[in-house]
């Protein structure tokens, strides 16, 4: 196999609409199964299953050390830095198996539940699936060709789904996410290895002195930015307990809804097309600001009706044991519009080569999340979400500075790229409160109220900001049938 020395052929248009497949359908499976599960198994269950996802999240940053960004950001590549890199990452699944296998008691002893151990030493033996995988999507992702990512983690989510439900009907218990996790990985890797055709592993190691420097780099800021946005669910596990973090992980999975289905749909195609940009500021700064718009129209609204409407919302989706996530859902639903809207501002600057300023911004990001859960926790799980939430917000306008730093947008620009779905979110909320104080019973608020909340909010885009709504809708059709 021979690498390409230049990004592929594949446009951003059909980039982003096999990107947004991917993501859509995966996070679809996904976040349907851990309903099924949360229903089969109950709060006290789920936080193995809570606790067990933390670490397959952090796999992932080991597992590869920044090297497969490294591949697509990179303007060239030998022939042989895929296979190396390939060939790190197997070696790495293997030692960090083997490093989960000694661990996993002394986790268990951390989160106070002996059940934890048996599933992290099942999901450490089966890393390697998840390493082969890693390459040939960044090949994939580099060439701007996500035909084969989005059927790979399309069909892998749905496999892992099936599996995770039977095996928690046949009485698995949290050993069912094992089930779950093994059976997408499975799938993920030999749909990815085949459209790849590998690249099969080599030992020219010399190629990773290339790679190694950015690729640290990005793994520094990776690993500072998982510790800050997992550093809630430790410390709720580990304090409040597994049963408290049932309740804080379900309303979390919500704030990241936004976050994997539609700021990480656009970012993966922006990186690499930004990359591209990188030495022209008035097009990185044009594209950026049709990207936050395209954020902010998706993900503020619906945010905003899983803030208002989550009492309800809890009740009839997950039953009535699960209503005291009720109100850290409508805490983490602001949060997740805010982190859903500034998200891009990461690969932007992973894309400019600015990797120093954004270890700079997550060290910076980590010191005021972790303050605020901290302070936070001596209120419960609300107070946890809270803290999260208010330095979210205070590290707002420093992603703006950096944006303007990189781009040359001006305040005004960005906050006009923001300001129509934040105003529409606000009136339709207003419309759902007044349904709720109207009308009784959850199905029935929550059907009302979601409608009424639609067509208030419709009306105040198509109303007070129809020029910037039709330009974002008309952009997502023509992203959606191949002609931007």
Same mark, same amino acid.
């Given at each position: 196999?021979?690498?390409?020395?230049?990004?592929?052929?594949?446009?951003?248009?059909?980039?982003?609409?096999?990107?947004?497949?991917?993501?859509?359908?995966?996070?679809?499976?996904?976040?349907?199964?851990?309903?099924?599960?949360?229903?089969?198994?109950?709060?006290?269950?789920?936080?193995?299953?809570?606790?067990?996802?933390?670490?397959?999240?952090?796999?992932? %940053?080991?597992?590869?050390?920044?090297?497969?960004?490294?591949?697509?950001?990179?303007?060239?590549?030998?022939?042989?830095?895929?296979?190396?890199?390939?060939?790190?990452?197997?070696?790495?699944?293997?030692?960090?198996?083997?490093?989960?296998?000694?661990?996993?008691?002394?986790?268990?002893?951390?989160?106070?539940?002996?059940?934890?151990?048996?599933?992290?030493?099942?999901?450490?033996?089966?890393?390697?699936?998840?390493?082969?995988?890693?390459?040939?999507?960044?090949?994939?992702?580099?060439?701007?060709?996500?035909?084969?990512?989005?059927?790979?983690?399309?069909?892998?989510?749905?496999?892992?789904?099936? !599996?995770?439900?039977?095996?928690?009907?046949?009485? !698995?218990?949290?050993?069912?996410?094992?089930?779950?996790?093994?059976?997408?990985?499975?799938?993920?890797?030999?749909?990815?290895?085949?459209?790849?055709?590998?690249?099969?592993?080599?030992?020219?190691?010399?190629?990773?002195?290339?790679?190694?420097?950015?690729?640290?780099?990005?793994?520094?800021?990776?690993?500072?930015?998982?510790?800050?946005?997992?550093?809630?669910?430790?410390?709720?596990?580990?304090?409040?307990?597994?049963?408290?973090?049932?309740?804080?992980?379900?309303?979390?999975?919500?704030?990241?809804?936004?976050?994997?289905?539609?700021?990480?749909?656009?970012?993966?195609?922006?990186?690499?097309?930004?990359?591209?940009?990188?030495?022209?500021?008035?097009?990185?700064?044009?594209?950026?600001?049709?990207?936050?718009?395209?954020?902010?129209?998706?993900?503020?609204?619906?945010?905003?009706?899983?803030?208002?409407?989550?009492?309800?919302?809890?009740?009839?989706?997950?039953?009535?044991?699960?209503?005291?996530?009720?109100?850290?859902?409508?805490?983490?639903?602001?949060?997740?519009?805010?982190?859903?809207?500034?998200?891009?501002?990461?690969?932007?600057?992973?894309?400019?080569?600015?990797?120093? %300023?954004?270890?700079?911004?997550?060290?910076?990001?980590?010191?005021?999340?972790?303050?605020?859960?901290?302070?936070?926790?001596?209120?419960?799980?609300?107070?946890?979400?809270?803290?999260?939430?208010?330095?979210?917000?205070?590290?707002?306008?420093?992603?703006?500075?950096?944006?303007?730093?990189?781009?040359?947008?001006?305040?005004?620009?960005?906050?006009?790229?923001?300001?129509?779905?934040?105003?529409?979110?606000?009136?339709?909320?207003?419309?759902?409160? %007044?349904?709720?104080?109207?009308?009784?019973?959850?199905?029935?608020?929550?059907?009302?109220?979601?409608?009424?909340? %639609?067509?208030?909010?419709?009306?105040?885009?198509?109303?007070?900001?129809?020029?910037?709504?039709?330009?974002?809708? !008309?952009?997502?059709?023509?992203?959606?049938?191949?002609?931007?």
């Amino acid at each position: 196999m021979t690498a390409a020395t230049r990004p592929g052929p594949g446009t951003t248009s059909a980039a982003v609409r096999w990107n947004s497949l991917a993501v859509v359908g995966k996070q679809f499976f996904m976040f349907g199964v851990s309903i099924v599960l949360a229903r089969l198994l109950g709060p006290e269950t789920y936080g193995v299953v809570s606790a067990a996802m933390i670490y397959v999240t952090f796999t992932m %940053l080991l597992l590869d050390q920044g090297l497969a960004a490294a591949l697509v950001q990179r303007p060239e590549l030998s022939r042989w830095a895929p296979g190396v890199v390939a060939t790190a990452n197997l070696v790495s699944a293997v030692l960090l198996g083997v490093v989960t296998w000694l661990v996993a008691p002394f986790v268990a002893d951390f989160f106070h539940d002996d059940r934890l151990a048996p599933v992290l030493q099942m999901l450490g033996a089966a890393l390697w699936l998840k390493a082969l995988a890693i390459v040939p999507r960044a090949m994939q992702q580099r060439a701007l060709t996500f035909r084969a990512i989005a059927m790979a983690d399309v069909v892998g989510a749905f496999v892992g789904a099936a !599996a995770g439900v039977a095996a928690a009907l046949l009485g !698995a218990g949290p050993a069912a996410v094992v089930a779950m996790v093994v059976a997408t990985d499975v799938v993920v890797a030999a749909v990815l290895l085949r459209a790849e055709r590998g690249p099969a592993p080599n030992l020219h190691l010399r190629e990773l002195r290339e790679l190694l420097p950015f690729g640290a780099r990005v793994m520094a800021t990776n690993g500072i930015a998982y510790f800050s946005r997992n550093v809630d669910n430790i410390l709720v596990g580990r304090v409040l307990g597994l049963a408290s973090l049932s309740f804080y992980g379900m309303a979390y999975r919500v704030l990241v809804i936004p976050v994997q289905l539609i700021a990480q749909t656009v970012s993966r195609v922006m990186f690499p097309v930004f990359s591209r940009l990188a030495d022209r500021r008035d097009l990185l700064a044009e594209n950026l600001v049709r990207t936050t718009q395209l954020l902010a129209l998706l993900a503020v609204p619906l945010m905003g009706l899983a803030a208002v409407g989550a009492h309800e919302l809890v009740d009839v989706v997950l039953g009535e044991e699960w209503l005291p996530s009720a109100s850290l859902l409508t805490v983490l639903a602001v949060a997740g519009a805010r982190e859903t809207v500034l998200y891009v501002t990461s690969p932007l600057m992973k894309a400019t080569g600015e990797v120093k %300023l954004l270890l700079r911004y997550e060290l910076l990001a980590t010191v005021l999340q972790v303050g605020g859960i901290v302070v936070g926790l001596l209120g419960g799980t609300l107070g946890v979400a809270v803290g999260y939430t208010v330095a979210g917000f205070v590290l707002t306008p420093v992603l703006l500075l950096v944006q303007r730093r990189l781009t040359g947008l001006t305040g005004g620009q960005q906050a006009r790229a923001i300001l129509p779905p934040v105003h529409a979110a606000l009136w339709g909320a207003a419309a759902y409160v %007044l349904v709720a104080r109207l009308l009784d019973g959850s199905l029935l608020v929550l059907a009302v109220g979601a409608a009424a909340y %639609l067509a208030v909010a419709a009306g105040v885009l198509l109303g007070i900001h129809r020029r910037s709504t039709v330009e974002g809708v !008309a952009r997502l059709r023509r992203l959606a049938t191949g002609k931007a």
